[in-house]
């Protein structure tokens, strides 16, 4: 980021006024990044960010670790792009062969192939169970996810268009989803190995209530 964060802030501000936008969002930020353009926002008494714009998927967690708390302190909502991971978790990909598209040629986002393989193993069995398609408990899992306001589908088709709007009406039990949560879990990194207390948190948020 090269532009002074208190320069753009200014005029996003400038264009709110003016009445040519309605409200502005942030997106690929870092927590840090996010954390700090609220509070020079409010500190200058400018128009804040309503809004994150990040990549979010069963394999692809890594917004959990500072981003989703950290939009959530803030109110601000999330807007996930890419919930099938360039379509990696559509169901069209598997171990013996992968299907055309756009991630034969480019592979973005990055993907641990084998973790992301077994993955898919569970959102076939839950999917077999609901008569659903891998795609449809996919994209289920991440509505189902606390800090997650909406997500962005980027159907290319339109048969491939509703299918993933029949997500909204998958129900996810409680064990299914830890199911997809266990299979899908992120190492914790410094400082959230550590026990809640030696990482502030109980004296912050006591702080916090005050």
């Keep these: 980021m090269t532009t002074p964060i208190e320069e753009t802030l200014r005029a996003l501000d400038d264009l709110v006024h003016q009445g040519k936008v309605r409200y502005i969002g942030l997106s690929n930020f ?17 128009e804040c960010f309503c809004s994150v714009q990040a990549y979010y998927s069963l394999v692809g967690r890594e917004l959990e670790r500072e981003i989703i708390p950290a939009a959530t302190d803030l109110g601000l909502g999330t807007l996930i792009w890419s919930p099938l991971a360039g379509g990696f978790l559509s169901g069209k990909f598997t171990r013996e062969s992968e299907a055309d598209g756009r991630r034969k040629n480019f592979e973005f986002p990055p993907v641990n ?7 898919i193993d569970n959102l076939k069995e839950i999917a077999k169970r609901k008569n659903a398609s891998v795609a449809q408990i ?7 996810k606390q800090g997650v306001t909406s997500v962005i589908i980027g159907a290319r088709k339109e048969e491939q268009l509703v299918d993933n709007l029949k997500s909204v009406d998958i129900q996810l039990a409680d064990e299914e989803m830890k199911q997809l949560d266990d299979v899908s879990a992120i190492a914790p990194e410094y400082p959230n190995w550590l026990p809640p207390l030696q990482r502030g948190e109980d004296l912050f948020s006591r702080f916090s209530d005050l």
């Design 30 to 46: 870092n927590a840090w990044q996010i954390a700090k353009a609220d509070g020079v926002s409010k500190f200058n008494n400018l």
């Design 138 to 144: 996919a994209l289920a899992w991440l509505l189902y």
């Design 113 to 119: 192939k084998e973790k992301g393989f077994y993955i």
